[in-house]
Nanobody, 124 residues
């Protein structure tokens, strides 16, 4: 069965950094587009960043551009999100997701598999 397991969340002060990891199993990882989403309390789940199957194409939500970097390791079936210069508004549960869709979609409905999420809290 397909499993996506996030790790690396935690509490960090504003301006700090965290690196999220997502370990996947049960799917042919290199054939899936991968993305990170986040959901803050009372808000919709929103895309943060996505990466194509060969890592040739990425997208970033405007508020995280130049601060976050998504990457993947197809040999290790892993996807990462390096988060720098964190702000209190980055506080959310972060989810890893996998999509079999064409391109690199940024809508949650395009993603077939999801992890359980990891909490990121940024204090001011």
């Amino acid at each position: 069965q397909v499993q996506l397991v996030e790790s690396g969340g935690g509490l960090v002060q504003a301006g700090g950094s965290l690196r999220l990891s997502c370990a996947t199993s049960g799917l042919t990882f290199s054939t899936y587009v991968m993305a990170w989403f986040r959901q803050a309390p009372g808000k919709e789940r929103m895309s943060v960043a996505g990466i194509s199957r060969t890592a040739g194409v990425t997208f970033y939500e405007d508020s995280v551009k130049d601060r976050f970097t998504i990457s993947r390791d197809n040999a290790e079936n892993m996807v990462y999100l390096q988060m720098n210069s964190l702000k209190p508004e980055d506080t959310a549960v972060y989810y890893c997701a996998a999509s079999s869709s064409f391109g690199v979609p940024n809508g949650a409905t395009s993603y077939n598999y999801w992890g359980q999420g990891t909490q990121v809290t940024v204090s001011s």
